[in-house]
């Protein structure tokens, strides 16, 4: 290689100077957002194929009180991750240099593996209906088995998985045809019964579960391709899936002969909630070496409530509210949702009870939508096929920890440290957005013909914060402070490095038109 392509490296002209005229000189960062040719620092080689066995049977009783069905899924699956960072660290390149070998490292951090893991599950329901009262109960027996991959990485003496994580998976596990198994059994109850001819109470209880992404698992198991790199992920194979333990009742109602009401009420407890933590393993040359590897361990609970009212005013036109309040707390974030919050935010020690960083308690939607019919007609016939939709939303802001200045710099530039006392406790600026279709179809007697259509997302092109400053509890704006793991280019220095701030991605989509033509033949 007779050049660096990261892109962190990459300075446009003019290069300017730090201390220019001094013993020592610094280049400042160039402007970010390089495209350096079409070369990336990452190279990725993903698949992912899924083949799934269904069978299903029902069985309903002449008293027809029952209706019973059994069923069983299999999904046997196939998985390919190959991720490089920087690809040329390493490569057998061959410089001037008579007395130079080639490495054998593969870039200077890899993950590398192709696994072939399956799921499936049993199942049974029975629909019952008595005198009004209807009630479905269910039980599902999920099972599931990481594949020869991990079986081989935990037998294998060389394969750098945690001592603990061996012994565990061996005691968790259950060896079925060559292969270990993990199982869970998940009830579902749903029950509903009539209060009045017009009012009707429900209950739900169920048990659900969400299997760790892939990389969780697997990441740097295989001995061949050891990453040496400190900056490494370290699959854990006893990871078990996030389990959703979720309670709802709730009361809905005909208040007029147009007018329908819903007040539900609900509590989810999420369990195994997957974290990340720092482990200490020791590489092929017996050196220590720092990763990260996922884990269950913490919890969570969500609890809210929820409004609904929808109004029928005319044949033609009705409105729909939703109102939904919320509150999620945990012990630590998880490892899938939210990563960007977490990112900016930090962890803090499992101590106490603190909000979740995906945490939005206020979800408010109105809408109203017009489908003109035969009894509306002004001058002519002309909005027969017509409709229009609009709605509008409420929703809180992400969550992030208060940042507190301490100090400034030799550059005058403000130093904040985050405010870890008062952890994710505030909320940024809320989303507000609006979004408006009309369509009008033409057809014939048999509904045959052609929908023309025209929508506004965003109408109002409101600018929607995403990835938060927070120093402000807003995107970036230019001549807002940062924080000190952030470039600032007000104060460019030796210790500034990485992208400017101006991400366009910091906000949500502005305002988009979309126009669209479908037929029906």
Known sequence: MDQVYDEQSIVTDPVEIFNPGGNIQFVLPGPGLINNGGISSTWHDHFAREYTLKAAFRYYPKNETHKMSFGWEQKLNEYQWIDVTRPWVGAPIKINDSTSTASISIGSSNDIWRVKPNNGGLYFSDKISYKGIIANLGM????????KFADDAVDNPNAPVIPQVREDYKKNTLKVLGLRYKARLLPKINVSFPVTSNNVLYFNYSHSM????????????????????FLSFLGNPDLNPEVNVSYEVGFKAQIKK????????????RFDY????????QDQTGRPVSKTMYINQDYAKVQGAEVNVIWRMTSYFRTFTNVAYQ???GKSNSARESSLQIEQNGEVPLASENYLAWDRPWNINLGVVLSPDTTLKIYGNWMKGLQIYFSSSYQSGLRYTPQILESYNALGRPEYVADLTNYLEERATPWINADIKITKTFANKNRKGITLSVEARNLFNNKNAQIINPVTGRGWEPGDDLPNNQRDDRYLGPEESGTPPNNPARYMAPRQLLFGISFRL
């Open 140 to 147: 599902r027996f999920n099972y599931w088995a990481p594949g």
């Open 210 to 229: 969400r299997l760790p992404h892939p990389r969780f698992v697997y990441a740097g198991l295989d001995p061949e391709y050891q990453d040496r790199s």
């Open 327 to 329: 509150l999620a707390k």
């Open 258 to 269: 147009n007018i329908g009401l819903t007040l539900a009420a609900y509590n989810n407890n």
């Open 274 to 281: 997957i974290v990340s933590r720092r482990v200490i393993v």
